[in-house]
């Protein structure tokens, strides 16, 4: 996978995120869903709505990981910094990573948020097995999210249909 390094300020940060991932993503969601692991296929879905904004933020020069609060818009820093764990460390989650891309201008999140079906389908992981609940996951649940979440990523990445395709696995039969 290409790592593309971005110029930010004086230095550069690895971007660590790529579309290529999020393509790899889908297409592993899309095959566990095939072998009926719907648990499985549903948090790699999940996953990729984090990764979408995790995505966008280092293209601003932010590692939602590491978050360096110098790069914050001067106007956020204060808020950020209060977020600092015991470490000294800011890492921003799913919601927060769009909440943080809202601040800083981006409508990623008010698609994010606004988009009622996917905060639904969203909650079927939550409540699965795999997060804080015991309910299995159905086919159904999956592809309510796998469709909500395929919205998403291709209003900001219309080149991640094309990479979507080109991810799909080989299905080999064996006589």
Do not use: C, W
């Amino acid at each position: 996978m290409n790592k593309l390094v971005h110029k930010i300020g004086v230095g550069e940060i690895p971007d660590k995120y790529s579309e290529e991932q999020l393509a790899d993503l889908f297409a592993n969601a899309a095959r566990r869903a095939k072998e009926g692991k719907f648990d499985d296929a549903v948090a790699r879905l999940y996953r990729a709505v984090e990764l979408l904004s995790q995505f966008f933020l280092a293209r601003k020069g932010i590692d939602a990981g590491d978050v360096n609060i110098e790069r914050l818009p001067v106007n956020l820093r204060e808020k950020y910094n209060r977020m600092k764990d015991t470490k000294g460390k800011v890492k921003i989650a799913q919601e927060r990573g769009y909440t943080l891309l809202e601040e800083m201008g981006e409508e990623l999140r008010q698609v994010f948020l606004n988009n009622k079906r996917l905060r639904n389908a969203l909650k079927s992981r939550n409540d699965s097995i795999l997060a804080h609940g015991l309910i299995p996951i159905s086919s159904d649940d999956y592809k309510r999210l796998a469709e909500e979440v395929t919205n998403l990523a291709f209003v900001f990445l219309p080149a991640l249909e094309k990479l979507k395709t080109e991810a799909k696995f080989a299905h080999l039969k064996l006589s």
